[in-house]
């Protein structure tokens, strides 16, 4: 990438300072916000943003949240998302976030501010070492050391965090080289030199799948964040391929969207909280069909059990994924997108016809399985339900018919916003996968919001979660951002507190959550609008209310305190061995130690 | 990891990486953080202009966890090609030793010996010791060490294995 650069002109090369230098390669490279937190090794790059217009700077409470809001923004929008925050603490408490987009494969570019390059090494203030700290929490990381490479650093960085698997990358920018001119370049038009990842599938492997495919009498469709990352048209090809072959199809946490919830094909999430039907047609199917998952432990269960009489096709742009969990028999290394482009056309030219009347019998089978109706609950009396919350929720806001957007935190709100929120379409969900953060889902909301300002946007939370960057209530306040906070609380810690029903003899150490604010007035004091719903009565009329008001809200939901995330595979089980409902919790009982050490 | 194929086996995997600051880290963090062995690394330029380095790793584990070590590898942005010379064909590897003997008298007469035996050189001399710069497979500096050792070995200084395909064929 370093050879074909050339100064933009002697004029600029001569008069830009390097803080100049990097906002204009952030504007070059199609950044127009950037979320962050200034400090004294940044001040030279918040004062070029004072001094011009075209990147507009949000000022979050934490850096957590800003690299959590840039990736709420990357993830909803398709683009990159940009990060600004100080050296030492500003960059550390960044590393949550860098790791949880790291998890996730959401392009993210981090700049960190350094002391300068005459302290590094001295324990200089607020000195870290930052690209130590952050090289296994990013996809690449930089350290500018002269001001020359500058510009390319910059434009190689967003050309990382992009192209390939999607990733944050950090730029770690010593004072002195944001104070010292620099030259600057244009992004350049050459190939990396080392770089350089494989987007288009090999042909003879397409054959081998779609004959593996085609001969299939009990296929699946296993679909995840890989789809949604490749952008909207693969999620448009995802729905034609299984269109056209009549495949059941299944979506991981980070894929949910790639296939129309509303869709007769789709089964629902599949893995630890997915339905019935989904994870036992996984478990039965005798051709596998992956694109852009991972084979999670939470999707897999006891690996040695897993989906144990299935030829697998594995077809993910990051080669390092393919055979780590799970050995497959057709890996295909390519763009999510390109891969269903080709399979499509090779289904289509391929001569031999489908096993139609086998495929009919998978149906009915897996009919069979849906009838279980897994997800079923009842909602009685008083007290509110969490799925039912869910459920009213994602009706409501159908019925309105707006543009929603959904993020969330982490535990059992989350994976009940998987199960009862049903999305339609690509990158209108995010949520913490991989590294499974607390206190993603607010920061997230915020960055979606400000990519959509005209977007319904809620953070499903729960009352634990939310504590853990309710800071940033504080920048929807500054922002006029209507984020809609619809707390699920119950409190405790209810993913916690489930397993130490389930698993630790009801021993509930430590999970209740104790002292709670009262988030009617936590809401007020921060320039927003609080409500609760304290009967299943309130419910549909505070999530009207919740929706209408044109201004940040939190809506404190109360509901029932001991209620579990059903169905369940229990850690070091197989995905026929999985529990449909607190009738069957005693088949917890039997989860042997070897599966109790895992998490 | 459980599936087909618990076997280990060894393997030497050559490595090209842009000569830059950090990649040896990048390198040696990958093996850490994912729980690879390591049993040699050895690395130094080996272009004309400095640019690119070469970096020769040892390492050992399941055919599985061998290609999850490549591919790992391949897909670090500074690294430009990964080999496994074991699985490529025939390839030399080879290992240089500096080898301190400590002793007086007949020691020193069967050091010289066996040395000669080795085709160890003596590259430095005082009257109670000598260096010893051999070359070879690993196996065979252990041997050497091992032989020494009664004989009044004080200390080794060994590089790691170095290895290179045979035939024309080039890595780049």
Known sequence: ?599 | MSENGNAQRAATIAVLVENEAGVLARVIGLFSGRGYNIDSLTVAPVDETGRISRITIVTSGTEMVIEQIKAQLDRLVPVHKVSDLTMEGPHLTRELALIKVVGKGEHRVEALRLADAFRARVVDATTESFVFEMTGAAEKIDAFCALMRPIGLAEVSRTGAVAIARGPRGLN
Not at chain 1, 58 to 86: D, F, M, N, P
Not at chain 1, 279 to 307: E, K, P, Q, Y
Not at chain 1, 482 to 503: C, H, S
Request: aromatic content about 6%.
């Open chain 1, 1 to 599: 990438m370093s050879a074909a650069t050339k100064p933009a002109s002697t004029a600029d090369a001569q008069t830009m300072s390097g803080a100049e230098v990097v906002l204009r390669a952030l504007k070059d490279n199609g950044v127009e916000v950037i979320f962050g937190y200034p400090g004294g090794a940044v001040l030279p790059i918040y004062d070029a943003l004072f001094q011009q217009n075209a990147i507009r700077h949000i000022l979050v409470r934490h850096e957590q949240a800003a690299v959590h809001a840039a990736e709420g923004y990357a993830r909803s929008t398709g683009k990159v998302g940009c990060v600004l925050v100080t050296s030492g603490p500003g960059a550390t408490n960044a590393v949550t976030g860098l790791v949880d987009a790291l998890m996730d494969s959401i392009p993210v570019v981090c700049l960190t501010g350094q002391v300068p390059t005459h302290l590094i090494g001295n324990d200089a203030f607020q000195e870290a070492d930052t690209t130590g700290i952050t090289r296994p929490a990013t996809k690449h990381n930089y350290l500018v050391k002269k001001s020359s490479d500058l510009a390319r650093v910059v434009h190689e960085a967003f050309y990382v965090a992009r192209s390939g698997r999607p990733g944050p990358v950090v730029i770690d920018l010593p004072k002195d080289i944001l104070i010292n001119k620099a030259p600057y370049t244009e992004p350049p038009q050459t190939e990396h030199r080392s770089y350089r990842p494989q987007t288009k599938p090999d042909a003879e492997q397409i054959r081998k799948a779609v004959r593996l495919l085609k001969a299939a009498r009990k296929p699946i469709v296993y679909a995840g964040g890989g789809v949604i990352n490749s952008g909207p048209e693969a999620s448009r090809l995802l729905g034609e391929f299984v269109r056209m072959t009549g495949f059941p199809c299944t979506n991981t946490l980070m894929g949910l969207g790639a296939f129309p919830a509303q869709d007769p094909l789709f089964l629902g999430m599949l893995g630890m909280h997915g339905t019935y039907e989904a994870n036992l047609a996984m478990h039965g199917c005798d051709v596998m069909l992956n694109i852009g998952a991972r084979f999670d432990d939470r999707v897999t269960g006891r690996l040695n059990a897993f989906s144990p009489n299935s030829r697998k096709i594995h077809a993910d742009i990051d080669p390092s994924s393919i055979n780590k969990n799970v050995p497959v028999e057709v890996p295909i290394v390519g763009d999510a997108g390109e891969v269903l482009a080709a399979l499509i056309a090779e289904w289509k030219a391929d001569g031999t016809a489908q096993d139609k009347p086998a495929l009919a019998a998978w149906w009915r089978q897996i009919d069979e399985w849906r009838s279980k109706d897994c997800l079923r609950y009842r909602q009685e009396g008083r007290i509110i339900k969490p799925q039912h919350a869910v459920k009213r929720l994602y009706e409501i806001t159908r019925e309105l018919g707006r543009e929603t957007f959904i993020t969330t935190e982490v535990g059992q709100h989350q994976m009940w916003a998987a199960q009862y929120f049903g999305f339609d379409k690509p990158n209108r969900w995010m949520t913490s996968g991989g590294l499974g953060t607390m206190g993603y889902g607010l920061p997230a909301a915020m960055g979606v919001q400000i990519a959509h300002p005209d977007a319904l946007v809620i953070d499903i939370a729960g009352e634990a979660s939310i504590l853990m960057n309710i800071q940033e209530m504080g920048t929807l306040a500054q922002y006029r951002l209507p984020v809609k906070v619809f707390i699920l609380n119950n409190e405790y810690m209810g993913m916690v507190r489930q397993w130490q029903e389930l698993l630790h003899g009801g021993r509930y150490s430590e999970s209740y959550s104790a002292a709670l604010p009262d988030f009617v007035k936590l809401a007020e004091s921060f320039h927003a609008v609080g409500m609760r719903a304290e009967t299943a009565d309130d419910l549909d009329r505070v999530i009207r209310e919740m929706i209408a008001v044109d201004k940040p809200v939190i809506a404190d939901i109360c509901v029932a305190k001991d209620e579990n995330c059903f169905p369940m595979i229990p850690s070091g089980a197989a995905h026929n061995e999985m529990i449909l409902g607190p009738e069957q919790e005693g088949g917890v009982a039997g989860v042997t130690d070897e599966g109790k050490v895992l998490v």
